[in-house]
């Protein structure tokens, strides 16, 4: 079964408007991290937020917030006022506490900002 | 601080050779994990070295092995190159102070490698 599933092969938001990228994750670890990257067409991978699997608040940096839902499995990734340099492919990311130190990924959306 | 570095940033090379390519972490971080990206497969885990010590390994064949030196740099090879391991090829460094799921990874811009 996938770790971590990303639902939404390409999104298009306009430009300034809030825009919600899914997804959900799957493991029997009670101690997990979530995390969002970013990554543009030059490659680099970005790390844009994280999620602890006990944290009661949901992980807000800047414009990025995370939708934590536990109960359902879901860390969704909410970009606030979209600009066009957010244009990238994302990724949801998944490690967890037990076993190795990897990053389990998705297979990512494509959010395309429309001006 | 500077950011984690890699190179070469492109490579192309013919079945049968083989490549080394290399990976310089973020001052101060001690563990180094490589990753594989390709359009069929997604971002798959090759390995991670913590102290010049291989501490986990994904699930890909002999040809592919690497190593850290004692600065924490890495390097990963591969040997006998076949048309499939046309890939992007990412470096991620993390603090790693200690083990548990906050250890955020920070990747390089990668090497993108081809193979003809």
């Known amino acids: 079964a996938q770790k971590i599933t990303q639902t939404q092969p390409g999104m298009f938001v306009q430009e300034k408007e809030a825009v919600t990228l899914d997804c959900t994750y799957d493991?029997?670890?009670?101690?997990?991290?979530l995390f969002w990257y970013k990554q543009p067409s030059s490659g680099e991978m970005i790390f844009l937020i994280y999620?602890?699997?006990?944290?009661?608040q949901n992980a807000t940096e800047g414009r990025y917030s995370l939708n934590f839902q536990k109960a359902r499995k879901s860390a969704n990734l909410v970009i606030s006022a979209s600009q066009l340099g957010d244009s990238a492919m994302y990724f949801c990311?998944?490690?967890?506490?037990?076993?190795?130190?990897?990053?389990?990924f998705g297979t990512g959306t494509r959010l395309t900002v429309i001006p | 601080k500077a950011g984690v570095t890699q190179t070469p940033r492109y490579l192309i090379k013919t079945r049968g050779q083989q490549v080394t390519l290399s990976c310089s972490p973020i001052s101060g971080h001690r563990s180094v994990s490589w990753y594989q990206q390709t359009p069929g497969q997604g971002l798959q885990f090759l390995f991670e070295?913590?102290?010049?010590?291989?501490?986990n390994k994904g699930n890909f064949p002999g040809r592919f092995s690497g190593r850290q030196f004692s600065n924490s740099r890495s390097e990963m090879n591969v040997s006998t190159l076949e048309l499939g391991d046309s890939a992007l090829y990412l470096c991620?460094?993390?603090?790693?102070?200690?083990?548990?799921?906050?250890?955020?990874?920070?990747f390089g811009p990668g090497t993108r490698l081809t193979v003809l």
């Open positions: 991620a460094s993390s603090l790693a102070v200690q083990t548990g799921v906050t250890d955020t990874q920070y």
């Open positions: 070295y913590f102290s010049e010590t291989q501490r």
């Open positions: 990311a998944m490690r967890e506490g037990t076993g190795a130190n990897n990053l389990f």
């Open positions: 493991t029997s670890d009670p101690s997990y991290g």
């Open positions: 999620q602890g699997s006990y944290d009661q």
